[in-house]
Nanobody, 115 residues
Framework: QVQLVESGGGLVQPGGSLRLSCAASGSGFNSYVMAWYRQAPGKQRELVAVITSGGSTSYVNSVKGRFIISRDNAKNTVYLQMNSLKPEDTAVYYC?????????WGQGTQVTASS
């Protein structure tokens, strides 16, 4: 069983920055594929960014050049640095861990970009 705890969400003005963190419990973090998803009101959950166990990353087109996903295996933590936030980035952001057998989700953290 893996537990994921997100933090770092909040209210920010358009153009601002936030950094989300997701701390994972248990052993084996080094081997997990970690990802951030988001879900805006009335919309389906979408994949935002992924980082593999080897550190390779990929992003949805709408955040390329603005968001950076990273991981610290010593701290069992994955991060999402979000820069130049736009109102359309407003959503609940979820951390996801994929192991060889299961997928786990965090509880979500609200990000709101609004003036």
């Amino acid at each position: 069983q893996v537990q994921l705890v997100e933090s770092g969400g909040g209210l920010v003005q358009p153009g601002g920055s936030l950094r989300l963190s997701c701390a994972a419990s248990g052993s084996g973090f080094n081997s997990y594929v970690m990802a951030w998803y988001r879900q805006a009101p009335g919309k389906q959950r979408e994949l935002v960014a992924v980082i593999t166990s080897g550190g390779s990353t990929s992003y949805v087109n709408s955040v390329k050049g603005r968001f950076i996903i990273s991981r610290d295996n010593a701290k069992n933590t994955v991060y999402l640095q979000m820069n130049s936030l736009k109102p359309e980035d407003t959503a609940v952001y979820y951390c996801n861990a994929a192991t060889s057998r299961y997928t786990y989700w965090g509880q979500g953290t609200q990000v709101t970009a609004s003036s």
